[in-house]
């Protein structure tokens, strides 16, 4: 047997069993420990490093393992209760199935995909003896969210076999990428070189497809031209295959290279789109409608993309020619671009004419263009004087998105009411071309507040359909409206002379809502595990919480108001002394701070 208590470092340890593992399973240096001795470290090592030792283990003597496990199930379950930080673990073992729960922030709800599955991935280390594999979180219910049907990923039903697969995955990528460091440019002028010749490619492709489209509307001969435009679009695809990489971009030991990581959506959202573009067109030319929604959603979101990707090359400190040659594929590419999206538009919805000519249509798209944002300002004519409104004069686009913007000097946001008899007035919007709706609010000397609200079309879809049929059963799900900043860009769709107001940031103000979610916390620890057995981990954590409350109230003291920090303290002292911090609590606090500050 390994003498456990031998080994220094039990970190360092079990990833180098891990290693020998993947390589040859006969190499398992866990095959015959002392998995007693294991535990008696097991508060002295992290916790990823004894789940992995216990799933060799498992993979080199499961009797050995499952009689230890049998022994010392409940030690084990009220270890990984501790070490995850959750506040219910336990078996079913009708399902055969472990459920874990845990506390989760409501600031920190977008990590609760990652938090449970990294608490799965070690308790299935731990116990890979379960068919399934359960995690759920508790959070914070905000009232201003209530209406919102908000995805909830820290919910996870994982089958043992996803996450064993996962366990593999580091391994995996270690491997690959030892075998792509062979494949890469030589320098970084040699990769630049390259990706310019793509992007000249590109230009190339798009004017002979615009020359193609021309001359189908000017109902001429374009055989020759449909040979041509197939031939570039061959010679871009070959572009795209076997790409080398950037140079050091696949270490299997080295650190991560930032100028490849963002290379990625830079080369997903445009050099991609526009092959996928390219693919789809022929679809386009036929006006099949799938296509030809395809192929519109790939070239508009190569067309967003374009800003950032010229962003991106600006930032590699580009000099002499390479500099000169960039700003000339920028130019290049934004014309073309635009060119080949308002032919597209024109070529869907005009059939041949011998009397064609090219010139006319970029002012058939601007005219198209000025005809939508005119039809909504006249059906929303009434707003004027109801809502004092201000017109736009152009879209605002957001990415893929256009977005119709509107501005109200008389408009309460806060006021449910005003806000569901706006979604009627609005109603027409429905039948717009816009993807989606955006009120700003100024006040009286045209400074615009940062803050605005933005309605999806579908939103105004759902409720006229809901009164045309009267089904109130009809669900709206994740089409409500909700915030969003203000931006500059936005602004520049009104005329006169507007102007954004700053916005305030205090991160005071911010210590105080975290303040208050420190002490839900608080209230839910000394809830869900007064009974705890483990009356240490109760303790721990409570003082926990309690430390990180204490550091941001001194931080908050020489910077607030006397009235406010004695709020704040008052608060919490209330609840360390024994009084409930619920969900209302909770937004009252809120609520609050927002009425002080806002």
């Given at each position: 047997k390994q003498d456990i208590k031998d080994i220094l470092d039990i970190d360092s340890y079990s990833i180098i069993a891990d290693w020998l593992y993947n390589m040859?399973?006969?190499?398992?240096?866990?095959?015959?420990?002392?998995?007693?001795?294991?535990?008696?470290?097991?508060?002295?090592?992290?916790?990823?490093?004894?789940?992995?030792?216990?799933?060799?283990?498992?993979?080199?003597?499961?009797?050995?393992?499952?009689?230890?496990?049998?022994?010392?199930?409940?030690?084990?379950?009220?270890?990984?209760?501790?070490?995850?930080?959750?506040?219910?673990?336990?078996?079913?073992?009708?399902?055969?199935?472990?459920?874990?729960?845990?506390?989760?922030?409501?600031?920190?709800?977008?990590?609760?995909?990652?938090?449970?599955?990294?608490r799965l991935k070690n308790i299935c280390r731990m116990l890979p003896i379960y068919e399934k594999y359960y995690s759920d979180a508790i959070t914070p219910k905000l009232e201003i969210l209530e209406g919102y049907k908000i995805p909830d990923d820290a919910h996870k039903e994982m089958p043992r076999k996803n996450l064993i697969i996962m366990f593999h995955q580091e391994f995996n990528s270690l491997w690959i990428k030892t075998i792509q460091s062979n494949y890469e440019f030589d320098s970084i002028a040699e990769w630049i070189e390259y990706w310019f010749n793509v992007r000249k490619c590109i230009c190339e492709n798009m004017v002979k497809l615009n020359m193609f489209m021309y001359q189908i509307l000017g109902k001429k001969q374009a055989k020759k031209m449909a040979i041509a435009v197939d031939r570039k679009r061959e010679e871009y695809q070959n572009l795209l295959c076997g790409i080398l990489s950037y140079p050091k971009e696949y270490r299997p030991f080295g650190e991560v290279i930032e100028i490849p990581k963002k290379f990625k959506k830079i080369q997903q959202d445009y050099f991609t789109s526009i092959k996928n573009f390219l693919e789809q067109v022929i679809g386009l030319l036929k006006k099949e409608e799938k296509n030809t929604r395809l192929a519109l959603f790939n070239l508009k979101k190569a067309k967003a993309s374009l800003g950032l990707m010229h962003v991106f090359f600006q930032n590699l400190s580009l000099e002499g020619e390479d500099f000169k040659e960039h700003l000339k594929l920028c130019e290049n590419e934004i014309k073309i671009i635009e060119e080949s999206y308002m032919c597209c538009k024109y070529y869907l919805e005009h059939n041949g004419d011998r009397y064609f000519n090219k010139f006319q249509v970029k002012n058939w798209y601007l005219s198209k263009c000025k005809r939508e944002i005119e039809k909504v300002n006249l059906d929303f004519i009434d707003m004027k004087e109801k809502y004092n409104a201000i017109f736009p004069i152009k879209a605002y686009k957001e990415e893929i998105y256009k977005e119709y913007p509107i501005i109200f000097?008389?408009?309460?946001?806060?006021?449910?009411?005003?806000?569901?008899?706006?979604?009627?007035?609005?109603?027409?919007?429905?039948?717009?071309?816009?993807?989606?709706?955006?009120?700003?609010?100024?006040?009286?000397?045209?400074?615009?507040?940062?803050?605005?609200?933005?309605?999806?079309?579908?939103?105004?879809?759902?409720?006229?359909?809901?009164?045309?049929?009267?089904?109130?059963?009809?669900?709206?799900?994740?089409?409500?409206?909700?915030?969003?900043?203000?931006?500059?860009?936005?602004?520049?769709?009104?005329?006169?002379?507007?102007?954004?107001?700053?916005?305030?940031?205090?991160?005071?103000?911010?210590?105080?809502?975290?303040?208050?979610?420190?002490?839900?916390?608080?209230?839910?620890?000394?809830?869900?595990l007064r009974e705890e057995e483990n009356t240490m981990y109760y303790i721990d954590k409570l003082k926990e919480v309690e430390d990180k409350i204490e550091s941001m109230k001194k931080e908050i003291i020489c910077h607030l108001d006397t009235k406010i920090i004695k709020y704040v303290i008052n608060l919490c002292d209330k609840v360390y002394e024994g009084a409930s911090f619920g969900d209302r609590e909770f937004n009252e606090t809120i609520k609050e701070i927002q009425e002080k500050y806002n």
């Open positions: 040859d399973n006969s190499m398992n240096l866990a095959l015959n420990i002392n998995i007693g001795d294991l535990w008696e470290r097991a508060e002295e090592s992290k916790l990823e490093s004894i789940s992995l030792i216990m799933y060799l283990c498992f993979c080199g003597n499961r009797n050995l393992y499952e009689n230890f496990v049998n022994k010392n199930l409940s030690i084990i379950l009220n270890y990984l209760k501790c070490k995850t930080f959750s506040y219910t673990l336990y078996v079913n073992k009708g399902e055969n199935a472990i459920y874990v729960k845990y506390i989760l922030k409501q600031s920190e709800i977008k990590k609760g995909n990652d938090e449970s599955v990294s000097k008389n408009f309460d946001v806060t006021n449910a009411e005003v806000m569901q008899e706006f979604i009627i007035d609005a109603i027409s919007f429905a039948d717009s071309t816009f993807d989606y709706l955006i009120v700003s609010i100024c006040d009286e000397k045209n400074y615009i507040f940062p803050g605005a609200i933005k309605f999806s079309k579908r939103l105004f879809e759902f409720v006229k359909e809901i009164l045309i049929s009267g089904n109130q059963d009809i669900e709206v799900g994740t089409s409500m409206p909700y915030p969003i900043d203000t931006t500059e860009e936005m602004i520049k769709c009104f005329e006169g002379n507007w102007k954004l107001k700053e916005k305030v940031k205090n991160s005071c103000i911010d210590n105080i809502y975290n303040i208050a979610e420190e002490l839900w916390i608080y209230s839910k620890i000394r809830k869900l």
